[in-house]
Nanobody, 115 residues
C-alpha cells in the first residue's frame, strides 16, 4: 500500500519562506512524477509544480521564480521550497503520486501567509 505524507507547513509572514516535504512509503519517488498541488478556501485544487523522473520541472506561472521543487534521492523525498510567500499562497498543499491509473494523494499540509 502506497502512502503519501506531506510535512513542513505552517504560518509565515508575507515575504517569508517555507519548505514542504513529500514522502511515500513503498515506492522510490525518483522513478515517478511527483506533483505539488494546492487548494485555497472556496477554490479548485491547482497544480503548483511537478518534477519528472528525468529531473525536469514545471511550475504554475503564479509561483515561477519563487518556488522550487527538488528531489532528495537519499531521503526518498520531494521538497517544495517556497520563497517570497504572498497571502495568495495560503492554501492546503498536497503531494500527488500517480502510479498507473491510480493517483495517490497525501492528506495535505496547511500553509498560511499572513501578517
Amino acid at each position: 500500500q502506497v502512502q503519501v505524507v506531506e510535512s513542513g507547513g505552517g504560518s509565515v509572514q508575507p515575504g517569508g519562506s517555507l519548505r514542504l516535504s513529500c514522502a511515500a512509503s513503498g515506492i522510490i519517488l525518483g522513478r515517478n512524477t511527483i506533483g505539488w498541488y494546492r487548494q485555497a478556501p472556496e477554490k479548485q485544487r491547482e497544480l503548483v509544480a511537478a518534477i519528472f523522473p528525468s529531473g525536469e520541472t514545471t511550475y504554475a506561472d503564479s509561483v515561477k521564480e519563487r518556488f522550487k521543487v527538488s528531489r532528495d534521492i537519499r531521503k526518498n523525498t520531494v521538497a517544495l521550497q517556497m520563497n517570497s510567500l504572498k497571502p495568495d499562497d495560503t492554501a492546503v498543499y498536497y503531494c500527488k503520486l500517480p502510479i498507473g491509473s491510480v493517483d495517490y494523494w497525501g492528506k495535505g499540509s496547511l500553509v498560511t501567509v499572513s501578517s
